[in-house]
C-alpha cells in the first residue's frame, strides 16, 4: 500500500482524462459521471492518508526506467497539502464546468485536458525528484494549452501564443538548471539533501536564478507575467483552474521545493540569494495591485490580483523564517479559496447576466444575491479583513518578515491591503449600493454553477476562523514547517 497510494491518486485522474476523449458527444452523463467519480475516489484516498501523514507517514513509488534515471512519487506533509487542495477544487470546479458548459460542443475534449491537467499537477505535488517535478511540470504546459485555447477564437489563439511564448523557453532555462546542477551532485531527492558544494558560490548563484526564471513565469512573477492577463480569453472554469489550482501555484509549488528541498534554507541565506527573490516579489505584488486598478473588465482585474496574491507565497518562502514560511504555506491554500471563489462568481455573473465589466454591476446584488455575497467574501478575505483567509496569511508574513530581520515587509504589506481595497471595494460598492441597469432578474441557476461558489466562499471563511483547528491549512502548514524544515 505504501508505494501503490501515490500511484493510484494519479491513476484517479490519468484514467478519465484519457477515456473522456473517447466519450462521444451525447454520451454527457457518462462523461461528467467519469469525472466526478475520479475526483471523489482521489478525494477519498486523500482523506485516509491525511492522519497517517500527520502521524509521521510517507508513501514513496519508485519508476526506474534505466540506472540512473527514475521516477519518485512522494507523498508528504507538504505534497500532500497541494495535492488536497487540487482534489477539492478538482472536483467543485468539475461541478461547476459541467453546469457552466451545458450541452455546448467540444466537451469530451475539453474534460479530457482538463482531467489531465489535474494529473499533471498532482504529478507535480507528488514529485519526490527534480526530473520527475520537471516532467510533470511540462505535461502541464501541453496540458493547459488546449484548455486555454479551447474558443478557438481570435483572442483565444492569440492568448494561447502568449502563454506559449513565454512558457517554452523558461522550460528551457528550468531544464538547464536541473542538468547544470545534477552534473555535479547527481540525482536530487527531494526528502535527502545533496551536497551542492561540489559547486561554487558563483555556479549555485547562477543556477538559482535560472530556476527562478524557469519558474517564475508560472507564478507570474514580473516580468514573466505577461501571458497571464490575456488567457482571460479562455472559458470561466479554465480561468479558476489556471489561477487557484493549477499553472500559478505549480510555479509557487516550484519555489518552495527549490528553496526548502533542492538548496535548504541555510545555503539559500548563506549566498545571499532569498532577499533579492523577497525584494522580486515585493515588487510584484505592488506591480500586480496597481496594474488591477488600471483594468475595466472584471477577469481582468482578478488576473492582475493573481499576479499580485501569488507572490504571497513566494515572500512568504524567500524571508527565510519560520512564521513567514508558514504564512507563504498557508496561503497556498487560502489565494486558492479566495481566487476561485471570484472566478466562480465571475462566470456566473457572465454567463447568467452578461456582465463582463465593471461599470455593468451596478445593483447586480439584489439581483444575484448568492453569487453576490460569494463574490464579496473573496474581494473581503484579498484585502485581508479579519476573520477571513487572507487575513491569517498576512498577519504571519508580517510577523515572519520582522523575525526574518526585514521589517520593510510590514510596509509592503500595508501598501499591497490599501492596493487591494482600492481595487476590490468599487467593485463591491457597485454590487450593492450601484443603482441598478437592468431590473431583470438572470437567476443563479443551475444549483451546479451557484453550489462550488458558495461551498469556496463559506472555505474563505472558515480556514480563518478555525485557523487553530488541527487539519487547517494554517495547523498543516505549521507542521511541515516545524517538523520537515525548523525542527
Known sequence: MTALLPVLILITSLIPAIATFFIAQENAGWRNGLNLGGALVKLGLIVFMLSEVAGGALYEARLEFVPGLYLLLRVDALSLLFVTLSAVLWLLTT????????????????????????????????????????????????????????????????????????ALPASGVLLIAIIWLESATGPIEFARAADLRLLDDTSLRIIFALFVVGLGVKAALVPLHGWLPSAMAAPAPVSALLHAVAVVKAGAFGFVRVIYDVFGIGLVTELGVGLPLAVLASVTIIFGSLRALQQREIKKRLAYSTVSQVSYIILGM?????????????????????????????????????????????????RM???????????????????????VSKIYIGIGGIQSGAPWVIGVLAASTLLNAAYFLPLLYRIWFGEAQDDSRPGERPLGIIAPAVITGIGAIAVGLFAGWDLSPLAWATLIVERDYWP
Open 95 to 166: 461541478i461547476y464546468a459541467i453546469a457552466y458548459f451545458g450541452p455546448k460542443p467540444d466537451l469530451s475534449r475539453f474534460f479530457g485536458f482538463f482531467s489531465l491537467c489535474v494529473f499533471a499537477t498532482t504529478g507535480i505535488a507528488l514529485s519526490g525528484t527534480l526530473v520527475t517535478f520537471f516532467i510533470f511540470y511540462e505535461l502541464l504546459t501541453l496540458s493547459t494549452w488546449p484548455l486555454v485555447v479551447h474558443k478557438q477564437d481570435e483572442k483565444s489563439i492569440a492568448a494561447g501564443r502568449s502563454y506559449l511564448f513565454y
Open 318 to 366: 524567500a524571508l527565510a523564517g519560520p512564521y513567514a514560511a508558514i504564512g507563504g504555506l498557508a496561503h497556498l491554500v487560502h489565494q486558492g479559496l479566495m481566487k476561485i471563489t471570484l472566478f466562480f462568481c465571475a462566470g456566473i455573473f457572465d454567463e447568467r447576466a452578461g456582465i463582463k465589466r465593471i461599470d455593468e454591476l451596478n445593483g447586480v446584488g439584489a
Open 369 to 391: 444575491p448568492f453569487t453576490a455575497v460569494c463574490f464579496s467574501l473573496g474581494a473581503l478575505g484579498m484585502i485581508g479583513l479579519p476573520p477571513l483567509a487572507g487575513f
